[in-house]
């Protein structure tokens, strides 16, 4: 949020649409950090997926039900790549966990994120 206070405020209304200020802000809901694990160095967060299993892809009428569905979905609707948990051996099985990188310049990282907002309100649940 304190970027957000500050002049890059102007960044976000630049490259985006005026409730990207608000997202950014807010978060994602659907996401998390992984085991309230808050990095202390490093260029990278642990973003807890799981709450998108068994939600459907409507574009190809598929279901995220893995990781690897996962994977494949954010590259293809959001052209983000992601280090998935069995890549680093993340120890809970049935959690989805991303190793996310944010060593990007302020304004790839700010277009990555609302990539990956886009492409998260994209999905539905097929009920």
């Known amino acids: 949020e ?3 206070e ?3 405020t102007c960044i976000v209304e630049k490259w985006f649409t005026s409730d990207t200020k608000n997202i950014i802000k807010n978060g ?3 996401l998390s950090i992984a ?3 808050v990095p202390e160095a490093g260029f990278f967060a642990l973003v807890d997926f799981s709450n998108l299993l068994g939600r459907k892809d409507i574009e190809n009428n598929e279901y995220l039900s893995n990781e690897i569905d996962i994977l494949y979905y954010f590259y293809r609707t959001a052209n983000v790549k992601l280090l998935m948990g069995d890549s680093f ?5 049935k959690q989805i966990v991303a190793r996310m990188s944010y ?3 302020l304004e ?3 277009r990555m994120l609302y990539q990956i907002y886009t492409a ?3 999905l539905e649940y097929d009920i």
Not at 89 to 93: D, E, F, L, N, R
Request: charged residues 25%; glycine residues 4%.
């Open 2 to 4: 304190y970027f957000l």
């Open 6 to 8: 500050n002049n890059e």
């Open 28 to 30: 994602i809901t659907e």
């Open 35 to 37: 085991g309230n694990i």
């Open 89 to 93: 051996a993340w120890p809970v099985k």
């Open 103 to 105: 060593a990007y310049e």
């Open 108 to 110: 790839d990282l700010i």
């Open 120 to 122: 998260v309100k994209k």
